[in-house]
């Protein structure tokens, strides 16, 4: 490809020295043309929320093209959001919502987006904020740019084991890193091609990533940084930490997780999935 | 140890060993499969043979036990761990595996929906 011989970006931020990988599927960024954008919306059993979620995605970014994965759902989740004018993956079965989230970088890589925005499919994740989140990638000044809820005071109280959760697992991605990571769980994040392309590899997690994913980031040698943005309740009440043994195996699970990811041998960017591209 | 014990185990272990071989006959079981459990049933075989001075003498050297069952049950128990471990790793890899089928599937429906609306666009 003739992108990859375009120029590294030349504003970097003192906290990220290592250069972004750039490889043939990764093109710096800024580009020069237009980058191709899709917004992507992983849901399961969303079919109440997501007409909605589609219409605010196509107002507040009109470049973008929406693609809804399925998870497997009950309902018509995949009917609805086809019929609110998105492209629909549909997993055969449920998977998880990293599969859901994977599904959609190999069909953003296939396709040739450049880049990848991605919101929940319950309307937690204020569409309005997608441009903003974009532009952080799209200007060169970071590969993935995380929404966070934390920077800013925009009226967010997790409960109160989320809370520590975020707390303890952010200020170790922070050290890991070298950078603040404020917001470790959030899904709502912008990709550069690169990162998404990155993601195809098996490292990537099956459930919910968190900061053991923004540390394999830095490992690879991309920059990750964060903006503000205003986060809904959800609306359908629905939590991943909710119960008492989930928050615990929780718990386990980062710690094992960030543990063995800073022990691996560090990840190649270039290096993708055997059975991909 | 008993005469009878012995026979017994012996008969065990081959009857054992008779239904693991007549599974990978009739393809119930793979061969890669097998051999693990082939060689559970030679372990005990040779559990039946070896002369009881022997058993008592390795669990006294080695395990520090004078009692030679409570050796063997130890051993035994390590070995069908790593059994079972086995069966995660390989269970993890096809876990891996069927993921990535059944993405691969999703998104080549996907490509099959999208030409079909544009043939039908198309008239």
């Given at each position: 490809?003739?992108?990859?011989?375009?120029?590294?970006?030349?504003?970097?931020?003192?906290?990220?020295?290592?250069?972004?990988?750039?490889?043939?599927?990764?093109?710096?960024?800024?580009?020069?043309?237009?980058?191709?954008?899709?917004?992507?919306?992983?849901?399961l059993?969303?079919?109440?929320?997501?007409?909605?979620?589609?219409?605010?995605?196509?107002?507040?970014?009109?470049?973008?093209?929406?693609?809804?994965?399925?998870?497997?759902?009950?309902?018509?989740?995949?009917?609805?959001?086809?019929?609110?004018?998105?492209?629909?993956?549909?997993?055969?079965?449920?998977?998880?919502?990293?599969?859901?989230?994977?599904?959609?970088?190999?069909?953003?890589?296939?396709?040739?987006?450049?880049?990848?925005?991605?919101?929940?499919?319950?309307?937690?994740?204020d569409?309005?904020?997608?441009?903003?989140?974009?532009?952080?990638?799209?200007?060169?000044?970071?590969?993935?740019?995380?929404?966070?809820?934390?920077?800013?005071?925009?009226?967010?109280?997790?409960?109160?084991?989320?809370?520590?959760?975020?707390?303890?697992?952010?200020?170790?991605?922070?050290?890991?890193?070298?950078?603040?990571?404020?917001?470790?769980?959030?899904?709502?994040?912008?990709?550069?091609?690169?990162?998404?392309?990155?993601?195809?590899?098996?490292?990537?997690?099956?459930?919910?990533?968190?900061?053991?994913?923004?540390?394999?980031?830095?490992?690879?040698?991309?920059?990750?940084?964060?903006?503000?943005?205003?986060?809904?309740?959800?609306?359908?009440?629905?939590?991943?930490?909710?119960g008492?043994?989930?928050?615990?195996?929780?718990?386990?699970?980062?710690?094992?997780?960030i543990?063995?990811?800073?022990?691996?041998?560090?990840?190649?960017?270039?290096?993708?999935?055997?059975?991909?591209? | 140890?008993?005469?009878?014990?012995?026979?017994?185990?012996?008969?065990?272990?081959?009857?054992?060993?008779?239904?693991?071989?007549?599974?990978?006959?009739k393809?119930?079981?793979?061969?890669?499969?097998?051999?693990?459990?082939?060689?559970?049933?030679?372990?005990?075989?040779?559990?039946?043979?070896?002369?009881?001075?022997?058993?008592?003498?390795?669990?006294?050297?080695?395990m520090?036990?004078?009692?030679?069952?409570?050796?063997?049950?130890?051993l035994?128990?390590?070995?069908?761990?790593?059994?079972?471990?086995?069966?995660?790793?390989?269970?993890?890899?096809?876990?891996?595996?069927?993921?990535?089928?059944?993405?691969?599937?999703?998104?080549?429906?996907?490509?099959?929906?999208?030409?079909?609306?544009?043939l039908?666009?198309?008239g």
């Amino acid at each position: 490809m003739v992108e990859s011989s375009l120029a590294e970006p030349a504003g970097e931020t003192p906290a990220t020295k290592r250069s972004p990988p750039v490889t043939p599927s990764s093109p710096a960024f800024p580009l020069a043309r237009p980058p191709r954008c899709i917004a992507i919306v992983p849901a399961l059993n969303e079919e109440k929320q997501i007409p909605a979620v589609v219409a605010e995605i196509k107002k507040n970014a009109p470049a973008f093209d929406v693609l809804v994965i399925d998870d497997g759902s009950t309902d018509r989740t995949a009917q609805v959001a086809r019929a609110a004018g998105a492209a629909v993956v549909r997993h055969p079965f449920n998977m998880g919502y990293g599969v859901a989230l994977q599904t959609a970088y190999k069909y953003a890589t296939r396709r040739g987006y450049d880049i990848l925005v991605q919101l929940d499919g319950d309307g937690q994740h204020d569409p309005s904020y997608i441009p903003r989140l974009a532009e952080q990638v799209t200007s060169g000044a970071t590969d993935v740019c995380v929404g966070t809820r934390f920077l800013e005071n925009l009226g967010y109280f997790p409960p109160f084991f989320r809370r520590v959760g975020m707390v303890v697992f952010g200020y170790i991605a922070s050290r890991a890193t070298g950078r603040r990571v404020t917001d470790p769980t959030s899904g709502y994040q912008a990709l550069s091609r690169g990162a998404f392309g990155f993601f195809q590899s098996d490292l990537f997690p099956f459930d919910y990533p968190d900061a053991d994913v923004l540390i394999l980031l830095h490992r690879a040698g991309f920059r990750v940084n964060e903006i503000p943005v205003r986060m809904k309740p959800s609306p359908t009440g629905k939590s991943m930490h909710g119960g008492v043994l989930k928050p615990m195996f929780y718990v386990f699970k980062m710690f094992l997780s960030i543990g063995v990811t800073l022990l691996r041998e560090k990840p190649r960017a270039d290096k993708i999935a055997p059975g991909e591209q | 140890m008993p005469l009878v014990m012995r026979v017994v185990i012996f008969v065990a272990a081959f009857v054992l060993m008779f239904i693991i071989f007549e599974l990978v006959r009739k393809r119930r079981l793979r061969e890669e499969y097998s051999w693990l459990w082939l060689l559970t049933g030679l372990l005990i075989l040779a559990l039946a043979l070896i002369p009881e001075e022997v058993l008592v003498y390795v669990a006294k050297t080695v395990m520090g036990t004078p009692n030679p069952p409570s050796a063997i049950f130890f051993l035994a128990f390590c070995f069908m761990v790593l059994v079972c471990l086995q069966f995660s790793v390989r269970l993890s890899r096809m876990t891996e595996q069927v993921k990535t089928l059944a993405q691969k599937i999703a998104l080549l429906e996907q490509d099959i929906e999208q030409e079909r609306e544009l043939l039908a666009k198309k008239g």
